[in-house]
């Protein structure tokens, strides 16, 4: 049996919240521990019960789904939060890894592709709903998915630079190295920077 992955489900409509409990019973490797109904209560109880993962609403009244992440991402770092959502607008899907999201589904997605997306966030993979990839990349270059900062990081790994080397050169911090490191791991669903570069290399997004 497959290790067993805790979760924490947030979002303001109770009947959401009810399917997905239900839905997630089906899969017994996957434990709902809590839930919560806006992001503050969603911090607070993470806080606490530490889950594997957070499945995050991100439109709620007070704090939002997307402050909540970044609050989480920060001082809960082993905690992985999987954006749900019915809204499938690209700036939201990129302001989710921003705000340290590791995967983003489509609460109308069906429950294989939650679970696998539970699954692939809990161990520490990148994970972006199959639905939502024509919208994430529709009408853009493949090399936009990553910001100029982004690229520039990624070219300087090519080139052999550790994160140190990459601090001091762009004049910012190894902690914010690090951030940028993970936004591309995810965005590009590399497991390391080695395969990262690969794909970038490969998709041309650096020389």
Known sequence: M???I????????????EGLRLSLSRAPHIRVIGEAS?????????LRRKPDVVIMDVR?????GLEATRQLSEQLPDTKVLIFTAYSERSLLGRGFESGARGY???EAPHSTLVRAI????????YVDPALMPQFLAGRDQSEMLTPRERE???????????????????????????????????????TRTQAVAIALREAMID
């Open 2 to 4: 497959a290790e067993e």
């Open 6 to 17: 805790t979760t924490l489900i947030v979002d303001d409509h109770e009947v959401v919240r």
């Open 38 to 46: 806006d992001g503050a209560a969603a911090v607070e109880i993470a």
């Open 60 to 64: 709620m009244p007070g704090m939002d």
């Open 105 to 107: 589904v489509l609460k």
């Open 119 to 126: 699954e692939k966030v809990a161990a520490g993979d990148g």
């Open 153 to 191: 990081i990624l070219q300087l790994l090519a080139d052999g630079l550790s994160n140190g080397d990459v601090a001091e050169r762009l004049f910012i911090s190894q902690e914010t190295v690090k951030s940028h490191v993970r936004h591309i791991l995810t965005k590009l669903e590399a497991d």
